[in-house]
């Protein structure tokens, strides 16, 4: 699996903030608190990390991604009932749009729930458990 050390230590932190905070916070406290804990474990964090979307190559858009990781994972944090699809095609896009192939889409809800993305620009992108 692609960056699997690195994606357990960051799903590591995830569950170590959830513990701490619980639910019930806005997705800013969850991405100040997990930047924090990224910190301290050594690695290299950009919060809010802008991604352009060229078209015939001009910028037609941008977006925010929630953390950046060690410049090889997004993390794109939600504080839902349940992840929804949209949720899944928003970090996809995010990798699409980037030379960045691992994603990890993080919920903070009620009940904590992680989702691995692996975005091959050759090929579809695939869910892993």
Do not use: W
Not at 46 to 60: A, D, N, T
Not at 84 to 92: D, F, V, Y
Not at 100 to 113: A, R, S, Y
């Amino acid at each position: 699996m692609k960056h699997r050390e690195l994606s357990s230590k960051i799903i590591k932190a995830f569950y170590e903030v959830y513990n701490e905070l619980g639910p019930g916070f806005i997705e800013s406290v969850y991405e100040s608190a997990l930047s924090l804990v990224l910190i301290d474990y050594g690695f290299s964090v950009k919060r809010q990390y802008p991604i352009e979307v060229y078209f015939r190559e001009k910028i037609i858009g941008e977006f925010r991604a929630d953390i950046l990781v060690e410049e090889k994972v997004i993390l794109e944090l939600k504080s839902v009932s349940k992840i929804r699809s949209e949720h899944k095609a928003q970090l996809i896009n995010y990798l699409k749009a980037t030379d960045i192939d691992l994603g990890l889409l993080l919920n903070f809800g009620d009940k904590t729930e992680f989702q691995r993305y692996i975005f091959d620009k050759r090929r579809k992108p695939h869910k892993y458990p």
